[in-house]
Every structure is written in C-alpha cells, then in structure tokens.
C-alpha cells in the first residue's frame, strides 16, 4: 500500500509527479475556501505524511492525523509548529534551512535599499504623474554605503546580510544574538552588542532572529526611542519580533524614520492596517524566500525529508 501524503503547497510539475509515482497525494496549492480545508481535514485523517507550508497545525489538527509521521515543512521557520505535541506523537518535523538564506537576505536588502532611498514613495509618484513634485530635497533619502548596519539575531540569514552590507557597502557590521559569535565578529570586523547599543548605533537595523517565547515582541517602543534621527528598521523574521502596533505609533510620530516589512503579526495584512496608509514604510507580502530557484530547490529538500522518514531513515534537516 502506497503511504497517503498532503500536499499544501505549489510544486513545479516534474516533482508534483514524482511524488504522485511514489504516494497517494492529495494535493493543494493553498487552502482558500471552508470548502478545501474540509477536504484537507478529511485528507489529514488519512495522511502518513504532509508537506507544505502556511497552515495551522494546533494539537487540535494532530489528534485529528492519527497516522501522521513527517510534517516536511516548506520553510526554515517552525514558530507555527506545536513543539512538544509533535515530540509526544513520535512525528517527525523538518525545515528547509540553507537553501533560502541568500534570496532571504536579497530581500532584506531590497528593503533596506527601497527604504533608504524611498523608493516605495518615488515610484508611486512617477505611476500617479507626480514626477514633476518628486524632485526635491524634502523627497531625498540617505546613502548606504559606509553607514553602520545593526543585525538583531545572526543566524544563516542574519550573517548573510551582514555579508552583503559589508563586502557590499563597507558597512561596519554591529549585531546582537542569543549566544556569543566570535567566528562571525573575526570573519565580518563585526562587533557583538546589546539590544539597546544596537538600536542607538546602527542607522540600518535588519531583524533575523528566529520566532520564540524568547524573543516574541523583543523589539518596541523602548528600542525605537533609541533609534537615530534617519534610522531605518527591516524586518524579515516574523512579525510578533516586533510590537506592530508600538512600531505603527513610532513611525506616525516620526521615533523611527522609516521601516521596511516583509512579514507582519498576522498575515496576510489586513487591508484595514495604519501600516498601509503610512508612507514612511515599504511593504512586501511574505516573499523573502519567493524565487523560481529557491522555492523549487526548497520543495526539492522538504520533498527529501519526507521521502527518508517515510522509509525509515533519519532526514536532511530536522528541524
Ligand atoms: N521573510 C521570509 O520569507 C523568511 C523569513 N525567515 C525567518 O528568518 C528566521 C531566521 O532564519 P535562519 O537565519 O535560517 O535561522 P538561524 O537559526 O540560522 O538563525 C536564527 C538566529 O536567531 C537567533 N536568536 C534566537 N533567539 C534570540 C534572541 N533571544 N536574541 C537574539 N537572537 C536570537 C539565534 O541565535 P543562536 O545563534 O544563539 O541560536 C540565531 O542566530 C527564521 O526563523 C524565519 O522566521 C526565514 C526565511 C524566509
Ligand atoms: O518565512 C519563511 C521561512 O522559510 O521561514
């Protein structure tokens, strides 16, 4: 008998095939209606195996996947995962750590260049015909190169971006994270900081750390009043890091200059959210890890995990 597998994620074809070779796939590219994620339920009472990303698995949804062994989670993060109901199970969780770090830290980069020279604004002008207003000194931003970059976590994709900003734009690297890095402070010239030094140095600061208890609302008003006059925040973590509504209020009265955001406390944004109406920030929908190369090569090594758990053996990357 063929092991039963969901699928809730976009697959390239050739692996989509492969997979439906191997297993009984029921396949979804994302769960849009009650309607899918009725068959999705029924589909998880069956499943030996899930692969995706993007859906909620409370305790509730694992009683209800009494045969679930793997859950190969397309994404690095696993914040959205119930930890210890999964250890209690005996199921299996991995992540797809490496292969996303560069096109995560290019998207880092997109922000802090698009923030720093409000390019958000300035293209909005141009589409609106305002070109003729865009020109002066009160629609300026601040240069990058040479200005002082400030990591909060320096994992994977915090080094990466550091690497960009310094071998890049000569940028002196500050950085703050759980444990020390000695290794990252030789190899980069970086100097390992507190939170609060942190927030009073750097001009560009980039939020990598992992989602945890730990460091759930880490960053708030009490940080973003340290902040420098042209200080400009990027978040490419998660947003329960940062405290939304205290960083809305910061921003609307100028504490923190401008911010860039790929991810936010819930996603995906509510239309309705201050941020949108703000013009002192770029805003990008969850797309740190969105390129043909990566999400492909992403799916590749989730697809990986989940074919050796099923066959007994131990994954790539357990997360
Ligand atoms: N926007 C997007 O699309 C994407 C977002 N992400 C997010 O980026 C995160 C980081 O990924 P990656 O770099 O691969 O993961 P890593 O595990 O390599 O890095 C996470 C870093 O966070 C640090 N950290 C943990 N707790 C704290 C704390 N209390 N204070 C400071 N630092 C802390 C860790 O410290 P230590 O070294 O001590 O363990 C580690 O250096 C993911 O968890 C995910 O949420 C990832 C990919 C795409
Ligand atoms: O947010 C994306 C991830 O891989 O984590």
């Not at 195996?49 to 793997?70: T, W």
């Not at 604004?121 to 601040?142: A, H, I, P, Y």
């Not at 209020?249 to 100028?254: A, D």
Request: proline content about 4%; aromatic content about 6%.
């Amino acid at each position: 008998m063929k092991p039963n597998v969901v699928i809730v994620h976009e697959l390239y074809p050739e692996l989509l095939k492969t997979l439906e070779q191997q297993y009984n796939v029921v396949h979804f590219t994302r769960l849009n209606s009650d309607a899918d994620r009725a068959d999705f339920n029924a589909a998880m009472a069956e499943a030996d195996a899930f692969l995706g990303s993007n859906v909620k698995f409370d305790e509730a949804l694992i009683e209800r996947s009494p045969r679930l062994k793997v859950i190969a989670s397309v994404s690095v993060g696993v914040d959205a995962y119930p930890r210890e109901a999964l250890k209690a199970r005996g199921i299996v969780l991995t992540n797809t750590p490496e292969v996303l770090t560069d096109a995560t830290a290019d998207t880092g980069f997109v922000l802090l260049m698009m923030a720093a020279r409000r390019a958000g604004e300035m293209e909005r002008k141009v589409r609106s015909g305002n070109w003729s207003t865009s020109l002066m000194s009160q629609d300026f931003g601040v240069d990058v190169t040479g200005k002082t970059l400030g990591i909060v976590g320096m994992g994977r994709i915090g080094q990466a971006v550091a690497k960009r900003g310094h071998f890049g734009f000569d940028m002196p690297v500050i950085f703050q994270n759980r444990s020390s890095k000695p290794e990252v402070e030789a190899a980069l010239d970086a100097r390992q900081v507190d939170l609060d030094t942190l927030f009073e140095t750097a001009d560009f600061i980039v939020v990598t750390a992992a989602l945890s208890d730990e460091t759930r609302g880490m960053i708030g008003r009490a940080q973003l009043e340290r902040t420098r006059e042209k200080t400009i925040l990027i978040n490419i973590s998660r947003g329960p890091v940062v405290r939304e509504q205290e960083l809305i209020e910061c921003l609307q009265e100028g504490v923190l200059y401008y911010a860039g955001l790929d991810v936010y406390e819930r996603e995906p944004l509510d239309p309705s959210s201050p941020l949108i109406g703000l013009d002192n920030v770029v805003l990008l929908p969850h797309i740190g890890s969105s390129t043909v190369e990566t999400r492909g090569a992403m799916c590749d090594l989730a697809a990986d995990n989940l074919n050796r758990v099923l066959a007994g053996t131990s994954p790539l990357t357990p997360a």
